[in-house]
């Protein structure tokens, strides 16, 4: 639907002229010619999106109006329309709650930025509150984000698996967040007074592993001067949290599986077994069905492990989420940077969902933070992403769903372009700055795609 702009002035020229103008570019404009009328319709409930009131009018004048409305709708972006001599006033009128004014004579262009401007303010602010009401929700549960079809369903499974004792085979590609899972897990279980032991098994070597999950006496080997408890026993009245499991040897899945079975464990250069209670929660970014038809995991092993599986959905399939996150690292690197960013504007969270995220969650946290590191204003705009990130990637997922469709580069540039002119509203020098290509290449693109906008300005004697 096309948002309503209530338009006031007591000239008939200067209004009809700027009806048309804003009507031209798709808005549904409500023109009155005094402010009592426009002030009663609001009042008894017609959908409003945007004022622009003239300042001196017979009867309640622009300023007034202002004041009436700021009573019930302080949100409402509120724009008056002044002569140069009065600029003072106007610029008064900010300070009591006006959002913006023009003088007169009004340009076309001008007019309809300025309505598009805080028309799209008021649109973050609102999503920005939605997204924080929907971030409130989604923490309820240990901090994780996400409401898309496919967090949801791992949600539901976590919500009845996470009170129990069963051992649970979490997978998903690297950076899906598998800890904050497995962590979650914990938190919601019977065990969360206990500790929570995460190891990386695939960044520890091997030799070293072994110590460090079982343990070793004094005297196990060179260099082992004192006793040592391993992150098993550690890990009693807990969780034992084993990332990238696929990784551990042949040798060391042996001894796991014993732990698993017996409940006890035996130190590196001891005999003596001591009894063990903890819940084991693995993750991997493997397919472990593939490895164990190779050879490569321990077929009773894997079935341990998978009494419960949950399966992470990759970034590129829960495109819905990227707004939360958007929002949920914004306001984590706020508060960690000391920064104080506004907000994101929309053009970036679009050019974000139409990115592959090869690097999943942990890709956009790291862009994230970039983001607000370096953001030279209240909002993040296009202009501060990373050229990269401004042009779709070629595994992105379609429009129509999560199903990636082929597309030539010469169509993933047409649509970048295309784009990006959209977002400057037509300002092809400020486009391909934004593209880092030469303006006399960004017209020649245009006129392949039979693309041709007139910039031209018009004055309305307003």
Same mark, same amino acid.
């Given at each position: 639907m096309a948002d309503v702009i209530f338009l006031v002035d007591d000239d008939d020229g200067s209004r009809e002229a700027m009806a048309k103008t804003l009507e031209r570019v798709g808005y549904d404009v409500r023109a009155f010619p005094d402010a009592d009328e426009a002030l009663e319709r609001i009042r008894s409930g017609d959908s409003v999106d945007a004022v622009v009131s003239d300042v001196r009018m017979p009867g309640m004048d622009g300023y007034e109006f202002l004041r009436q409305v700021r009573v019930q709708w302080p949100g409402l972006p509120f724009l008056l329309v002044t002569a140069f001599a009065d600029v003072e006033d106007a610029v008064a009128a900010l300070q009591d709650g006006a959002d913006d004014y023009l003088t007169k004579p009004v340009k076309v262009q001008e007019l309809r930025q300025r309505v598009q401007l805080h028309l799209e303010r008021r649109a973050l602010s609102t999503e920005n509150r939605k997204?924080?009401?929907?971030?409130?929700?989604?923490?309820?549960?240990?901090?994780?984000?996400?409401?898309?079809?496919?967090m949801e369903e791992v949600l539901d499974r976590l919500r009845v698996v996470a009170p129990t004792r069963s051992t649970v085979l979490i997978v998903g590609e690297s950076g899906t967040g598998k800890e904050l899972v497995a962590n979650?897990?914990? &938190?919601?279980?019977?065990?969360?007074?206990?500790?929570?032991?995460?190891?990386n098994c695939g960044a520890i070597p091997g030799e070293i592993l072994e110590s460090e999950l079982f343990g070793h006496e004094k005297g196990a080997f060179t260099g082992a001067h004192q006793r040592r408890i391993g992150l098993i026993e550690s890990a009693s009245a807990g969780t034992l949290f084993l990332d990238e499991i696929s990784e551990l040897s042949a040798d060391l899945q042996v001894k796991l599986l014993r732990v698993i079975e017996e409940r006890v464990v035996t130190r590196v250069g001891g005999t003596v077994q001591f009894?063990?209670?903890?819940r084991l929660v693995a993750a991997t970014n493997r397919d472990l069905e593939k490895w164990v038809q190779a050879g490569s995991f321990r077929q009773d092993l894997y079935y341990r492990?998978?009494?419960?599986?949950?399966?992470?959905?990759?970034?590129?399939?829960?495109?819905d989420d990227i707004p939360l996150f958007v929002q949920h690292f914004l306001n984590h690197f706020n508060d960690e940077i000391g920064r104080d960013v506004e907000g994101v504007h929309p053009a970036v969270v679009a050019a974000l969902k139409r990115q592959g995220w090869p690097g999943n969650v942990r890709e956009l946290r790291n862009l994230m933070e970039s983001l607000v590191l370096f953001a030279e204003g209240d909002e993040i705009?296009?202009?501060d992403l990373p050229v990269e990130y401004r042009v779709p990637s070629a595994a992105a997922p379609s429009v129509g769903g999560d199903r990636w469709q082929p597309r030539t580069m010469a169509e993933i540039e047409r649509e970048a372009i295309l784009q990006t002119l959209d977002y400057t509203e037509g300002?092809?020098?400020?486009?391909?700055?934004?593209?880092?290509?030469?303006?006399?290449?960004? &017209?020649?693109?245009?006129?392949?795609?039979?693309?041709?906008k007139s910039d031209g300005d018009d004055d309305?004697?307003?």
């Open positions: 997204l924080r009401e929907r971030l409130d929700k989604s923490f309820g549960f240990e901090g994780i984000v996400g409401h898309s079809r496919g979650a897990l914990h &938190q919601r279980s019977d065990r969360q007074a206990g500790p929570f032991i995460a190891v009894p063990v209670d903890f492990l998978k009494v419960v599986t949950l399966s992470i959905p990759p970034l590129r399939q829960r495109i705009t296009l202009e300002h092809r020098a400020r486009a391909a700055g934004l593209l880092e290509i030469g303006l006399r290449t960004l &017209q020649r693109k245009l006129k392949e795609y039979g693309e041709v309305l004697d307003a």
